[in-house]
């Protein structure tokens, strides 16, 4: 039998601060426990980070790691994860993107990038076959994300493959974000201000060279069985995805009433037929955009050509038509669509800063922000869809009110004494699900080791979509489980180096417990580990358990699994939902059972001796 | 019996053609399967879509009353 592939020298640790650089290999057995990407990430900080470390120091350790699926052609095999804490929530942050470089970086000969310290100087990483120089980078310093690309590009090669950071990052937004091929977005909880805390710029890869298969021909196999599988589903069906982006998810939602509108004080919104995947197909769309290996192509090239909104680059995407478009009570599809080019430019999470643009608009229509405070001359109401694309330049430059915008929406209503209008959970932003009207939701939210999100198991499958089959979204019984086990086969599909369009209806059983039997025989036939389902599933326990872990040690408890004051205390006013509060206290005993947590919200010994993370009690 | 009726996601073409887009009249005691019967919705599209009434998912097998809204769109992997 032939010995599993697990490459050489793939582990790449950079110290930013004396520009030391150390390869090491990884090892057989970590990605037998931890998989790849989202599961490299949290053993490493669970190892050598100091959960209670200020997050823009230069104490805090940035993880850039793909998975074994990552640039084979497996389809949706195109993701890497940025692992880090995170400076909005002070949790971890795991940020996901695809597009292309993910696969370059694995092509250069890295699997897992780790960066410490801080450079003293911008400085921006070259990497070629494994090799990396570390290089001044004071000429791209106060460029947008698009401009270092089209820089680096010009300087280096064309066919060279960029992550960089905004004027957003730089100026350490707290939801900046890491841009890749120069719209796709490691997107959540300020990963991008840690980059820019450590005046690291952009890394720029080759894109060359070959990732190598353990049984090459027996992986091909696989990829066929399931492209056939994937084709035959959708035959004579229309493929909402791939017509409509992410965009086409507004109907679903504001079907059953859940669609945030105003700062979720309503779930329905009068104005969503302006702003859905139909009406951004009609007017704005130039083309779909596939990242590497997807059949999909969800990702929407678009111009804008009406006058005040010009612009050309991709999107918005579902959660920024929701933050910037129904939580801001904004029908403007060109406004919200030029908000969404300027987050890209700039490197900004879309979800933080529409919802935190949303706070502010509440907190001014309360009287509680005086119009002299927000200096736009006017004051600002819901709707202000000039106010929105103004307001995100702003944040980027932290110039005036943008500069408390910057902060994220919790610190926001703080400063004026209204934190209980920051809808948020462990201090992120939520998706665009309310969970009043979406119950399975609220208890990911509350639970998601980086607060409100919802590519953590992402209940709005079952709830909204019907994925693999509808469950009633007010329901409570049986949902605790289903959250449970769908965030730990997330993981698997996050440490693997898949999107999870793909693999949830195609490479998953299709059942309610979605465990991941195609993602396992990709994984073999790509490293040779010969792991079973139930140990890949228990490599997505073991992940969320260590995030967990981490979790507790920043000072995290039961208490924060938690939600706001609105979302269980003010019935929803509108819609089918209309007097529902979320029920999220009845679903976290029997959740923190299943989990084996004890009720404070900590693993227990045995469920570490379960899962071999007991060496983590040693702590950090 | 007075019902609407919208399909989205590239179902809208079974319902554009009713007055209206979405107005149709239909049998007392008609079930959900008997209107996706009259717009023509082929069976083997039926197991893939999801469907609401009145903003709560629903079955095939479902009995519709008077002024019940229908929507209903195609499974769809994500958002």
Redesign the interface.
């Known amino acids: 039998m032939k010995k599993p592939l697990i490459r050489k020298g793939s582990v790449l640790r950079i110290n930013l601060s004396d520009e030391t650089t150390v390869k090491s290999d990884l090892s057989q057995n970590l990605v037998r426990q931890f998989i790849g990407a989202r599961g490299y990430g949290i053993h490493t900080l669970l190892n050598e980070l100091d959960a209670k470390c200020d997050a823009l120091s230069s104490d805090n350790i940035m993880v850039m790691a793909t998975g074994p699926l990552t640039g084979t052609g497996a389809q949706t095999g195109a993701r890497y994860i940025v692992t880090t804490k995170s400076p909005l929530t002070g949790a971890i942050t795991c940020a996901n993107s695809g597009g292309k470089f993910p696969t370059a970086l694995r092509r250069s000969g890295i699997d897992m990038l780790i960066l410490t310290g801080k450079a003293i100087n911008p400085v921006y990483l070259w990497i070629d076959e494994g090799e990396v120089e570390i290089r001044r980078a004071d000429h791209l310093w106060g460029k947008n994300c698009h401009e270092t690309e089209t820089t680096l590009k010009q300087e280096i090669h064309p066919n060279i493959k960029v992550a960089s950071i905004g004027v957003a990052g730089e100026n350490k937004v707290l939801f900046a974000s890491i841009m890749n091929d120069k719209n796709r977005a490691a997107g959540r909880s300020g990963v991008g201000a840690v980059m820019g805390s450590k005046n690291l710029k952009a890394i720029a890869v080759n894109n060359k060279g070959s990732i190598p298969l353990w049984d090459a021909d027996g992986f091909k196999e696989v990829v066929k069985k399931y492209t056939k599988k994937y084709k035959t589903a959708l035959k004579g069906k229309p493929n909402p995805l791939k017509l409509y982006g992410t965009a086409a998810t507004i109907t679903g939602v504001q079907t059953v009433g859940g669609l945030p509108t105003r700062n979720y004080q309503q779930g329905t919104f009068e104005g969503w037929e302006k702003i859905n995947g139909e009406s951004l197909r009609q007017k704005y769309l130039t083309g779909p955009k596939a990242c590497q290996s997807c059949p999909i192509a969800c990702g929407r090239a678009t111009k804008v050509d009406e006058v005040g909104y010009e612009g050309e680059g991709e999107g918005p995407e579902y959660e920024t038509i929701y933050a910037m478009g129904s939580n801001c009570g904004i029908d403007h599809l060109a406004a919200l669509t030029k908000a969404n080019y300027n987050c890209n430019e700039e490197g900004m999470d879309t979800i933080t800063m529409g919802c935190t643009i949303a706070c502010a608009m509440e907190l001014s229509e309360r009287g509680y922000i005086s119009e002299s405070d927000i200096g736009i001359g006017r004051p600002l109401g819901f709707g202000d869809q000039d106010a929105l694309v103004e307001l995100t330049r702003m944040t980027a430059h932290r110039e005036g009110f943008g500069n408390l915008l910057a902060e994220g929406s919790l610190r926001l209503a703080q400063y004026y004494g209204h934190p209980e209008l920051a809808i948020v959970a462990k201090g992120q932003e939520f998706a665009g699900y309310d969970p009043r009207a979406v119950q399975g939701m609220g208890l990911a939210y509350a639970t998601s080791p980086i607060g409100g999100s919802h590519m953590r198991g992402d209940p709005a499958y079952f709830e909204i979509l019907g994925v693999p089959k509808n469950i009633d979204p007010l329901a409570i019984k049986g949902k605790a489980q289903i959250v449970k086990d769908w965030q730990d086969h997330f993981a698997v599909i996050d440490a693997a180096g898949l999107c999870v369009f793909f693999c949830v209806r195609n490479l998953m059983t299709p059942d309610l417990e979605i465990r991941p039997m195609g993602i396992t025989e990709l994984i073999n036939a790509a490293t040779g580990l010969d792991l079973t389902i139930e140990e890949l599933s228990k490599a997505g326990e073991r992940i969320c358990n260590a995030e967990r872990i981490f979790l507790n040690r920043a000072g995290f408890t039961a208490k924060e699994d938690t939600l706001p004051a609105r979302i269980l205390k003010e019935p929803l006013p509108d819609g089918p939902a209309k007097g529902y509060t979320s029920h999220l206290p009845q679903f976290i005993e029997e959740y923190y059972q299943l989990r084996g947590w004890n009720k404070n919200g900590e693993p227990t010994e045995e469920k570490l001796a379960d899962l071999n993370l007991k060496y983590s009690l040693r702590g950090n | 019996m007075n019902i609407t009726v919208r399909g989205?996601?590239?179902?809208e073409i079974y319902t554009n053609c009713l007055p209206g887009n979405e107005n149709l009249v239909i049998k007392a005691d008609s079930r959900i399967k008997d209107v996706l019967d009259l717009i023509m919705i082929?069976k083997?599209?039926r197991s893939?879509?999801?469907i609401?009434i009145?903003?709560?998912?629903t079955e095939t097998e479902s009995l519709l009353k008077e002024q019940d809204k229908v929507?209903f769109?195609?499974?769809?992997?994500?958002?």
Request: aromatic share 18%.
């Open positions: 989205y996601l590239g179902f082929p083997e599209l893939a879509m999801a609401f009145n903003g709560r998912l929507v769109y195609p499974m769809m992997e994500g958002g």
